[in-house]
DNA sequence: CTGTTAGCGCCTTCAC
DNA sequence: GTGAAGGCGCTAACAG
């Protein structure tokens, strides 16, 4: 691996006199940059990234952490953030926090090997983001509070998607509503899910926790969950599923038994990811802005980035999403 | 920012120690890690990621560059991908090659930022690829031939699938078959096409240009190619589209003028991406094994790194999925 | 077990 | 316009 000084020798010239050629600073002869870019070429000279963002203390890139790089949810949300970074003259590196506290995304945090971070990863501590945000070092956090100076949080409605979701089958007639919920320790479940109880109390259904599921925010949690619904036999009149995914689980939980959604039992999911309108009845569902979250995010960090004052909460509204899931009862 | 100096200097041990209690290396008592634990911990020390890497010639991480983070296709290849990475201790980052030659991927590429990477990008250029392939930095592309001997070249059976695909329309009395195209300059396109044609061939059908329509791998492709096809009045027996984006932009194309599948003209796809199966009517497809092209890639990048010898060339099978979209003619 | 020291590859002030 | 030299933060011999 050839490094700048061999180029430099090779060229008959200094190290700082190769580096001002090959980073295009004007302070060289023409002749003498010809002459350093050939022998890098002969070389087939690469600078080593490391030691030059050591040496600046800046990486001009910012990673996007998220709890799993697949995933359907992700899709608009990476290109939100993509197209902002890059027309910035930013890199992005997407990167997955599988493994917590020993992932390649908690080493991004911590060693700080970018210059901002837009964090949706439940498995990533709070500890950990509040420790490694910095003012050089802004953090955006899409799933959870933290309180620092420098993390800012962005997060959609929950609460008024939960809401609009369990009023909109609670409006349709409907008075016993399943919820099938995220994960416990999820920020954006617990908002639904207190969107969702204000709405069975604002029409005055008592809230029952035997129509309280978890899911997990998996299809297979919401498969499950559906499963054990069906095994109690007294099936509420709709279910709410905190997300998407779960919802698409419970279809096919109800198609197996041939339990007919919506004739029989309505549903209604939650984020709108792009299979929820080609299913079978097309999904009734909250639709989160997800590229627009992407974008928001980034923006903030190159703000942050800038020295700029900025807000440090941001909520951004959900769509209601009417399908064909949900019947008049 | 606290650096290891300031650690040592605060703990009263020399920076070596320092390090060595850091790393956990056994050579310092446990009364002086507990130390610079204590140091580090008061002064908030954060290890410079940079530094360290540069030190050890190893970043212990490995790339994996896409020509789109989002996007159906990629989540199971990316899963192969996480799992096997992960599982080998090493950390795994996703980059997007949107900008072509100043990408963040090219940039990866190039400066050795990681110790290996696998690329499906076809917005990367071969030449960045093989100036960039060495003994210690193994690249695996599954998107072209590359002839170099650090890149080793996976692909799934495109010519196979191809050929399947049209075999089976034709085994169904079709006659008159268009494809619909991907880039002209993708080799996966160029394959299935090939496929295509030998099916023709062996069905004694001749081949005719103008069923060969460009989609460009996209929704949008399809559903313009399809417009076209359909513009021309005379519309083929089938429809085999290079992947299954592009056939779904053809399904639409189709509702829009009440052209029914497969009663009035059957399509096959190719990919087998998720949404396949839930499209109305269920799409006919060829599946590629994503997942295991994802692994057996980065299993491959370990086997170099560890030195051993290994196939330059690895060809993955792929599945016929008979679904509903030809109908027997 | 601990401290001293020499770089890793690059950038950049400072003289010339 | 060019060269010498120092140092970014860290690791790993090597001595003691």
């Given at each position: 691996?050839?490094?700048?000084?061999?180029?430099?020798?090779?060229?008959?010239?200094?190290?700082?006199?190769?580096?001002?050629?090959?980073?295009?600073?004007?302070k060289?002869?023409?002749?003498?940059?010809?002459?350093?870019?050939?022998?890098?070429q002969?070389?087939?000279y690469?600078?080593?990234?490391?030691?030059?963002?050591?040496?600046?203390?800046?990486?001009?890139?910012?990673?996007?952490?998220l709890?799993?790089?697949?995933?359907?949810?992700?899709?608009?949300?990476?290109?939100?953030?993509?197209?902002?970074?890059?027309?910035?003259?930013?890199?992005?590196?997407?990167?997955?926090?599988?493994?917590?506290?020993?992932?390649?995304?908690?080493?991004?945090?911590?060693?700080?090997?970018?210059?901002?971070?837009?964090?949706?990863?439940?498995n990533?501590?709070?500890?950990v983001?509040?420790a490694?945000?910095?003012?050089?070092f802004?953090?955006?956090?899409?799933d959870?509070?933290?309180?620092?100076?420098?993390?800012?949080?962005?997060?959609v409605?929950?609460y008024?998607?939960?809401?609009?979701?369990?009023?909109y089958?609670?409006?349709?007639g409907?008075?016993?509503?399943?919820?099938?919920?995220?994960?416990?320790d999820?920020?954006?479940?617990?908002?639904?899910?207190?969107?969702?109880?204000?709405?069975?109390?604002?029409?005055?259904v008592?809230?029952?926790?035997?129509?309280?599921?978890?899911?997990?925010?998996?299809r297979?949690?919401?498969?499950?969950?559906?499963?054990?619904?069906?095994?109690?036999?007294?099936?509420?009149d709709?279910?709410?599923?905190?997300?998407?995914?779960?919802?698409?689980?419970?279809?096919?939980?109800?198609?197996?038994?041939?339990?007919?959604?919506?004739?029989d039992?309505?549903?209604i999911?939650?984020?709108?990811?792009?299979?929820?309108?080609?299913?079978?009845?097309?999904?009734?569902?909250?639709?989160?802005?997800?590229?627009e979250?992407?974008?928001?995010?980034?923006?903030?960090?190159?703000?942050?980035?800038?020295?700029?004052?900025?807000e440090?909460?941001?909520?951004?509204?959900?769509?209601?999403?009417?399908?064909?899931?949900v019947?008049?009862?």
């Amino acid at each position: 691996m050839a490094t700048i000084k061999d180029v430099a020798k090779k060229a008959g010239v200094a190290v700082s006199t190769a580096s001002y050629a090959l980073n295009g600073i004007n302070k060289v002869s023409s002749a003498t940059v010809e002459k350093v870019l050939k022998a890098a070429q002969e070389l087939n000279y690469q600078k080593n990234g490391f030691a030059s963002d050591l040496k600046r203390a800046k990486t001009n890139t910012i990673a996007l952490i998220l709890s799993d790089l697949s995933g359907p949810y992700f899709s608009e949300l990476i290109k939100g953030v993509q197209d902002v970074t890059v027309s910035n003259g930013f890199d992005l590196v997407a990167c997955s926090s599988v493994g917590g506290p020993k992932s390649t995304a908690t080493k991004f945090l911590k060693e700080k090997r970018v210059d901002g971070a837009i964090v949706l990863a439940n498995n990533i501590t709070t500890d950990v983001i509040k420790a490694s945000a910095r003012k050089d070092f802004p953090i955006v956090v899409l799933d959870r509070k933290v309180d620092s100076p420098y993390v800012i949080h962005a997060e959609v409605n929950n609460y008024k998607g939960g809401y609009d979701a369990a009023s909109y089958m609670l409006e349709k007639g409907h008075r016993s509503i399943a919820y099938v919920s995220g994960p416990l320790d999820s920020h954006d479940n617990e908002e639904r899910f207190k969107g969702y109880r204000q709405a069975l109390t604002d029409f005055d259904v008592t809230y029952q926790s035997r129509w309280k599921l978890t899911g997990n925010f998996t299809r297979e949690g919401g498969y499950r969950a559906t499963k054990t619904l069906i095994a109690q036999q007294n099936l509420p009149d709709g279910i709410f599923y905190a997300n998407d995914e779960m919802a698409l689980g419970g279809l096919q939980a109800f198609q197996e038994k041939n339990i007919r959604v919506p004739e029989d039992i309505s549903i209604i999911g939650f984020d709108d990811i792009q299979i929820s309108s080609y299913v079978q009845p097309p999904l009734t569902t909250i639709r989160q802005p997800k590229y627009e979250a992407g974008s928001l995010a980034v923006h903030l960090i190159f703000q942050m980035l800038a020295g700029e004052e900025v807000e440090k909460t941001y909520k951004l509204a959900t769509d209601f999403i009417e399908r064909q899931s949900v019947k008049n009862k």
